[in-house]
C-alpha cells in the first residue's frame, strides 16, 4: 500500500471538539497531516515538539486566548502562518488580530468546506504575503497600516480592511471593495513595483456618514492618464503584446480598471504627483 506524503502539516485548536474534528478530518482527506489541541498551553505545547505549517486558531479558547496564544506562537524561530477563527463580530478582535500578524481571519459559523479552501491558499502564499504589517493605528474608526508591497499583501490587507465594513449593505460594500482593490493593487504594482522592500501606507477613516480610504504609494501608482494610455497605446502594433508583457512580469494587464473605479465611489480625489489617493462612499 502506498502511503501519501502529506502536502502541509495544521494544527487545529479549538475547544469545540465535534468542529475540531470535522474540520481536522476534511483537510485529511485534503492531503494535510493534522494535530489538535483544545487550549492554548496544548497548541503552544504542540508547536514546542514540531513544527507547523498553518495554525487554525480560535480566539475564544478557555483560560489562554487565542490571541495570547497568536503572540506567544508569532515568537517561534519558524512561526507558522496563522488564521484566526472567532464567533465574536466586534472589529476588535478583527484589529487586535491584525496587530498580531495573523495571516487571515475567519468569522464564525463558516461552512467547514471553506477551511480546506482558506488553508490551501495560505500554503501556496509566498513568502512575501508573511512579511509583517506595520500597524500605525487599530482603531474600529482609524486603521493605518503600512504594508510591504506585493500583492498577495494586499489581499491580506483588502481582506482584513473589508472585513471591518462587513455590516454595510451588500452592494455599498461591494463597490468600496472593488475600488479599494484595484487602487491598491495599483499602488503595489506600479508606484512599488512589486518590491516588497517598499511599502504602502493605507489609513481607513469611518464616521456615520462617510468613509474614507487614503492610499499612498511610494512611486506614481495614480497617475490615470499613463496607465490608461499604457493599456490602449498598442492597438496598431500587437494588441495583446502589452498584456503578455505584464504577465510574464506577474503584473495585472492594462490600467482600465483604475478608471472605472470613478464610477464605484462618490470621489476620488489625488494629490499633486499623483502618488496619493483619497477614496470616500458617502453612507445614507
Known amino acids: ?116 479552501d482558506i488553508v490551501n491558499d495560505v500554503r501556496r502564499a509566498s513568502a512575501a504575503a508573511s512579511l509583517p504589517i506595520e500597524v500605525v493605528s487599530a482603531s474600529a474608526d482609524w486603521l493605518e497600516l503600512v504594508a510591504p508591497c506585493s500583492l498577495e499583501m494586499a489581499e491580506r490587507v483588502q481582506d482584513f480592511v473589508m472585513q471591518l465594513d462587513a455590516r454595510l449593505p451588500d452592494d455599498v460594500r461591494e463597490s468600496v ?32 456618514r462617510m468613509l474614507l480610504y487614503r492610499i499612498s504609494d511610494p512611486g506614481d501608482g495614480f497617475d490615470i492618464n499613463r496607465l490608461a494610455h499604457a493599456a490602449i497605446s498598442n492597438a496598431d502594433d500587437d494588441p495583446l503584446r502589452h498584456d503578455r508583457v505584464r504577465q510574464d512580469m506577474g503584473l495585472r494587464p492594462g490600467g482600465l480598471g483604475l478608471v472605472m473605479t470613478r464610477a464605484l465611489v462618490d470621489e476620488l480625489i489625488y494629490n499633486e504627483k499623483r502618488n496619493e489617493v483619497v477614496l470616500v462612499k458617502y453612507l445614507d
Open 1 to 116: 500500500m502506498t502511503t501519501m506524503t502529506p502536502i502541509g502539516r495544521v494544527l487545529v485548536v479549538d475547544d469545540d471538539r465535534a468542529l475540531r474534528h470535522a474540520l481536522a478530518a476534511l483537510l485529511q482527506d485534503a492531503g494535510y497531516q493534522t494535530e489538535q489541541a483544545a487550549d492554548g498551553p496544548a497548541a503552544l505545547a504542540t508547536l514546542e515538539r514540531q513544527s507547523v505549517d498553518c495554525m487554525l486558531l480560535d480566539i475564544g479558547l478557555p483560560g489562554m486566548s487565542g490571541l495570547d496564544v497568536l503572540a506567544r506562537a508569532r515568537e517561534a524561530a519558524s512561526p507558522p502562518r496563522i488564521v484566526m477563527m472567532t464567533a465574536d463580530d466586534t472589529p476588535d478582535v478583527l484589529l487586535r488580530s491584525l496587530q498580531g500578524q495573523a495571516h487571515a481571519f475567519v468569522r464564525k459559523p463558516f461552512p467547514p468546506a471553506r477551511i480546506v
Open 177 to 208: 471593495a472593488q475600488a479599494f482593490r484595484e487602487l491598491l493593487s495599483n499602488a503595489v504594482e506600479w508606484g512599488g513595483r512589486l518590491d516588497p522592500t517598499r511599502t504602502v501606507r493605507i489609513a481607513c477613516l469611518r464616521s456615520k
